[in-house]
């Protein structure tokens, strides 16, 4: 999992799980598809929020998955006055999950 706070013209104002990229202006980063997902993420309201899907292979782990996502939502932080964009993102490989749970009755509902 990894958090990260953009500014709306992609900067990287705080990023957790890399901080070398604080500071640094990202917005035309593209991945293996060619989608400027950067943008993508700092296009996001503040109503809602959006995923965004992202594709490159790994080279320091090769069992991970070419394609993840991220969601992110626009925030208006009282602290330091500007919009931000929060993104955050979290991969696991739940294909060798166990079973679904079995159907259960419910009771019948009135009020």
Known sequence: MYLMLLTLDGHVFI?????NLDSRNI?????DNGTRVVADMVSADATEGKFVEWCWVDPDD??????????ALRYYSQ????DFIVVGGYYQNLS???????DIPLPAVSA
């Open 27 to 31: 917005l035309d980063v593209v991945d």
């Open 15 to 19: 990023h957790g799980e890399d901080p």
């Open 62 to 71: 090769t069992t991970s998955p070419r394609c993840k996502d991220s969601f």
């Open 79 to 82: 602290v330091t006055r500007p």
């Open 96 to 102: 060798g999950a166990g079973e679904s749970l079995p």
